[in-house]
């Protein structure tokens, strides 16, 4: 479990909302009433990718591991990325900006996570100077 790319949850999540619900992601959840009298109206769009900001915080902390598990999850994050990639270009319920979105945020997670790991590898085993 320690392998499995966080950012899936999100992909899965999106997966399910398109393929039973169909793409009703304007549909509001809840509405936050505000001091200044404004209502905020959080909808599903909002809350997938809010949910994928924690997430992407969350991949990025434990990106600083390195070993065997952490080079899985590397692996499998860029598996991720391959499938947003096609489902993105290739099905109608998924070309928005939500998505893409989405994708961008898994990508992000995909370099982010190679490039702390390279760095933490390479200062692990710098020796000397």
């Given at each position: 479990?320690?392998?499995m790319?966080?950012m899936?949850?999100?992909?899965?999540?999106?997966?399910?909302?398109?393929?039973?619900?169909?793409?009703?992601?304007?549909?509001?959840?809840?509405?936050v009433?505000?001091?200044?009298?404004?209502?905020?109206?959080?909808?599903?769009?909002?809350?997938?990718?809010?949910?994928?900001?924690?997430?992407?915080?969350?991949?990025?902390v434990?990106?600083?591991?390195t070993?065997?598990?952490?080079?899985?999850?590397?692996?499998?994050?860029?598996?991720?990325?391959?499938?947003?990639?096609?489902?993105?270009?290739?099905?109608?319920?998924?070309?928005?900006?939500?998505?893409?979105?989405?994708?961008?945020?898994?990508?992000?997670?995909?370099?982010?996570?190679?490039?702390?790991?390279?760095?933490?590898?390479?200062?692990?085993?710098?020796?000397?100077?």
């Amino acid at each position: 479990m320690g392998s499995m790319p966080l950012m899936a949850i999100i992909v899965i999540a999106y997966n399910i909302i398109a393929f039973l619900t169909g793409p009703s992601l304007d549909a509001e959840l809840f509405t936050v009433a505000l001091i200044s009298g404004a209502s905020w109206g959080v909808a599903v769009s909002d809350a997938l990718l809010s949910a994928g900001l924690v997430l992407l915080f969350l991949e990025l902390v434990s990106a600083t591991r390195t070993g065997t598990t952490s080079i899985i999850n590397h692996a499998l994050s860029l598996i991720v990325l391959l499938v947003c990639l096609i489902e993105f270009i290739a099905l109608p319920a998924f070309g928005n900006s939500t998505f893409f979105l989405i994708t961008l945020l898994v990508l992000l997670d995909v370099v982010a996570g190679f490039t702390v790991t390279i760095t933490t590898a390479r200062r692990d085993f710098s020796v000397g100077e």
